[in-house]
């Protein structure tokens, strides 16, 4: 199935289990509108709520457009970098220029740069904060579907590696949210409302992420 969404036409992939009892719409990252619905909903009651939630769907093409533009290229802190590879051993940043070697290990490099930094806002971040709460140890890993994890149990804090290329206000959010879940380890308004007493503009670093 194909959907017109403005000027271009988009691919439907559909999937139907027994086990879904509602049905649901997502965009995924190659573009294609998903709809995972029960076994015996018909195309035509597909059509028709593909239909009523045109508006959203042109959201979520947005969305996906914006993420990728912003994870294409060379980022660090924010700034996106043109790549220049040269026969250098060192990394180099002029301007909107970033000079690499031909070999250079970017993640690795990413890695290096989060370690002091991360744990550096971590400190600064759990200082300030305004309940009292053990102290919790800093890991680090590339994660796919969240920014930031918290073990209330053994008060280990993980950061996504992927915010070493973010402005560091938004790696700043991702740990006063998790500092919070050693308060309130669910995310009930109390969770919220202490995110919000140490970070009052947490809902638009929150919004502004979703491009991310």
């Known amino acids: 199935m194909r959907f017109k969404v403005e000027k271009d036409y988009y691919n439907v992939e559909i999937e139907k289990k027994r086990s879904n009892h509602n049905t649901y719409i997502r965009v995924t990252k190659d573009l294609t509108i998903k709809v995972t619905t029960n076994l015996f909903t018909s195309t035509h009651y597909i059509e028709k709520l593909l239909n009523e939630n045109y508006s959203k769907i042109i959201k979520m093409i947005d ?27 060192d ?7 970033v000079f690499l070697p031909k070999d250079f290990d970017i993640y690795n490099w990413y890695k290096k740069q989060a370690k ?18 053990p102290l919790p140890s800093l890991r680090i890993r590339k994660m796919t579907s969240r920014w930031g994890v918290c073990n209330i149990k053994t008060h ?26 050693l308060v ?6 109390n969770f919220w409302h202490l995110v919000e007493e140490n970070m009052p503009d947490y809902k638009k670093y929150r919004e502004e992420m979703k491009g991310f």
């Open 91 to 97: 990394i180099d940043f002029v301007e909107n220029k």
């Open 184 to 189: 309130y380890p669910d995310h009930s308004s």
């Open 63 to 89: 969305q996906q457009k914006l993420k990728k533009a912003n994870n294409t290229g060379f980022y660090y802190l924010g700034k996106k970098y043109d790549i220049v590879y040269l026969d250098t051993k």
């Open 156 to 181: 280990i804090i993980t950061i996504n590696l992927e915010l070493i290329k973010r402005d560091t206000k938004y790696l700043d959010y991702v740990i006063i949210h998790e500092l919070s879940h």
């Open 116 to 133: 002091n930094l991360f744990q550096e806002h971590l400190t600064k971040n759990y200082t300030n904060f305004s309940k009292k709460i």
